[in-house]
Structures are given as structure tokens and as C-alpha cells.
């Protein structure tokens, strides 16, 4: 095992060590939601770390990405699936992420903070007549991210989507499910050995480390919205169980 596969790993666990929401919905869910939104606040911040022989060489990476669009692109991607594979109605409600802002966590508490907008989803809820909200959020301190290890004993550079997808329930403002976007649909005992969230191998000639061209942000942002598509398929299947019928 790579040393890269080694911090993933231990990435997956410490994450979920700290996750007690259940990932999936009552059983009654698909009759009673039959409106609902998407809102996403994962992906407004692009980081990039590096781990090199020692200390020394550990590198950090921020760039705000609001102007790839990659929020909204994540919610069209969302709101296609539940139409279309469980005949929900999403209304395109075109809500502002920063109100929902206050979910998102960074180290020690990784994990999205839920309670935190339980009265703006509520609100949310009433101004668009829904039954439940889906929010996407990020987990650690970036969602679209690369992790990069340099060691000699292990090499490894792969980009990758950290979120957690929610269906909120109106009633209460709390989720009903809230499930790591993954790729597969195994439950979460098996989850370090076998699945990780939507990953790809860094390609040749992008940097591991250093400052990177606008050019290579470019590509970057085209596999972002490439790589996450079959995991919000696989994700909500999980979540729901099965399709409408």
C-alpha cells in the first residue's frame, strides 16, 4: 500500500469516526418527497496539499473558484438524477450557497455542520413550497481538492471531490440522510477497505507541488465536473434505497 493509500484511508476513517447522521432515508420517503430543491456550498474553494520527504517540504494550496460554477453545475448534475431516475420535482429555486454557508467545518470537525442551518432550511423549505431540500456540503477543509505524496516509499497524487450529500426534512430542518458521494453503494463497514469519494490519478504534467498555470486550473475544473457524476447516481441510490416506481 501506497503512502498515498495510507493517508486516504486514514482520511476515511478519522472522517467517519466523526459522522453519527444515518446515510439512509425512511422507507416511506419516496411517497411522502415528492418536491424538493438542491443547494450546493462544496465547491467555492479549490486546495491543493503536498507531502514531501519532511516537514519541511509540506506544501498548501487555496484558490477561491467561485467563477467556475462548479456549485451550480453540481446541483443541475443532482437535481438531473432525482428527476429523472425518481420522478421528484426539483424547483429551481437558485438559492444563494453563502445562506447556507454556516455548514461547512474545517479541521478539528470535518464533518458538515447540519444543525447549524436548520432554521434557513426551514426557511428555505416554506418560500418554495417543499417537502425536503438536498444541500451538498464539503467535508474536510476543501471539497474539490489534491492530495500529493512525494515520499520515496510511496508516491501518489490524485484529485478528488470531498462533500456529504443531505436530504434536509422540512419539518424539523435536520437531515433524514446524509451520505458521504461516493462512488458504489456498500455499506459504510466496508467503506475504507474498498470505496473512496470520486477520485482520479493526477494526469502527467500537472504539478504535485508548487504553483500551478492557469492553464492546468482549466483542466482541472473540466474533471471536476466529469468525476462525480456516477457518484451522485450510486450516492443516492444508497440514500433512497430504490427508485420510484
Known amino acids: 500500500m501506497t503512502e498515498l493509500k495510507v493517508l486516504l484511508g486514514t482520511l476515511v476513517l478519522s472522517l467517519f469516526a466523526g459522522c ?10 419516496a411517497q411522502r418527497v415528492k418536491r424538493v430543491a438542491v ?26 473558484i467561485p467563477e467556475w460554477r462548479l456549485d451550480r453545475i453540481y446541483e443541475e448534475q443532482i437535481t438531473k438524477v432525482l428527476r429523472n431516475t425518481y420522478g421528484m420535482t ?13 455548514v461547512d467545518r474545517t ?3 470535518r464533518w458538515p455542520d447540519w444543525g447549524a442551518i436548520d432554521d434557513v432550511a426551514r426557511k428555505t423549505c416554506t418560500d418554495h413550497k417543499l417537502d ?16 500529493a ?16 450529500l443531505a436530504l434536509i426534512d422540512c419539518a424539523t430542518g435536520k437531515p433524514m440522510a446524509a451520505r458521504l458521494v461516493q462512488n458504489g453503494v456498500k455499506d459504510p463497514g466496508v467503506l475504507a477497505n474498498s470505496l473512496y469519494p470520486p477520485t482520479m490519478t ?44
Open 20 to 29: 453519527a447522521t444515518t446515510e439512509r432515508a425512511p422507507a416511506d420517503v
Open 39 to 64: 443547494v450546493s456550498t462544496a465547491a467555492g474553494v479549490f486546495g491543493r496539499q503536498y507531502i514531501g520527504h519532511t516537514a519541511f517540504g509540506n506544501e498548501r494550496h487555496v484558490k477561491p
Open 90 to 102: 426539483v424547483v429551481d429555486a437558485d438559492i444563494d450557497p453563502k445562506t447556507f454557508a454556516k
Open 107 to 109: 479541521w478539528p470537525d
Open 132 to 147: 425536503g431540500l438536498f444541500v451538498l456540503a464539503k467535508v474536510g477543509d476543501w471539497g474539490p481538492s489534491v492530495y
Open 149 to 164: 505524496v512525494g515520499h520515496p516509499q510511496g508516491k501518489g497524487a490524485n484529485l478528488a471531490l470531498w462533500a456529504q
Open 202 to 245: 493526477l494526469p502527467e504534467g500537472w504539478p504535485w507541488y508548487g504553483e500551478w498555470q492557469p492553464e492546468v486550473y482549466d483542466q482541472a475544473r473540466i474533471e471536476l465536473i466529469r468525476l462525480p457524476q456516477q457518484a451522485w447516481i450510486d450516492t443516492l441510490t444508497y440514500m433512497l434505497k430504490s427508485p420510484a416506481k
